[in-house]
């Protein structure tokens, strides 16, 4: 019985290693398409504000030219942050806020089916958005990112720049 115990504990362990080692490639892979995702969205906006403005009228948005302009922006801008992994946490919580929103003024039906039909919560257009938004938000960026990068290079010259200042 200890002998397979200890053949679990030792499976189970190569296991976590395989999925702890698929984590970044995974963050990467849903940043690369959901960045492009968002860029595409946001372009296609940008490129047709008096079409945005209108639907945000006709939404009840206040200011809709201004967040036509700002939400436009936002998803290409963010997109191409979101795909880098370049300020990952701060670009996924401002999309999260645009997808909520998106549900709140674009689907409210869709939002409030969420538990009565969640298919229908799942079918709507922001759903998928909201989903990479959300896990970049909670899981970071991953290793294959400009942010960690940026944490690699400043812990590497951290020493260097301790003895500079003594």
């Known amino acids: 019985?200890?002998?397979l115990l200890k053949l679990i504990d030792k499976l189970n362990g190569w296991f976590l290693?395989?999925?702890n080692f698929?984590?970044?490639p995974l963050l990467l892979a849903i940043r690369l398409y959901w960045g492009w995702q968002f860029f595409e969205a946001g372009w296609g906006k940008v490129m047709n504000i008096p079409h945005v403005v209108e639907?945000?009228?006709s939404l009840g948005v206040p200011a809709p030219t201004l967040n036509a302009y700002f939400i436009s922006w936002l998803e290409v801008v963010g997109g191409i942050?979101?795909?880098l992994g370049l300020f990952s946490r701060l670009t996924s919580?401002?999309?999260t806020g645009d997808m909520i929103v998106a549900y709140i003024v674009g689907d409210r039906e869709a939002l409030g089916s969420i538990f009565s039909d969640p298919n229908r919560f799942y079918a709507a257009a922001p759903y998928t958005f909201l989903f990479a938004s959300i896990l970049i938000l909670v899981?970071?960026?991953g290793k294959l990112s400009l942010d960690s990068l940026i944490v690699w290079y400043r812990k590497k010259r951290a020493p260097e720049l301790?003895?500079?200042a003594s």
Do not use: H
């Open 55 to 57: 639907y945000f009228t």
């Open 162 to 164: 301790e003895v500079a």
């Open 81 to 83: 942050l979101l795909a």
């Open 93 to 95: 919580l401002l999309l």
């Open 22 to 24: 698929c984590q970044s």
């Open 17 to 19: 290693r395989a999925a």
């Open 1 to 3: 019985m200890s002998n």
């Open 139 to 141: 899981f970071g960026p």
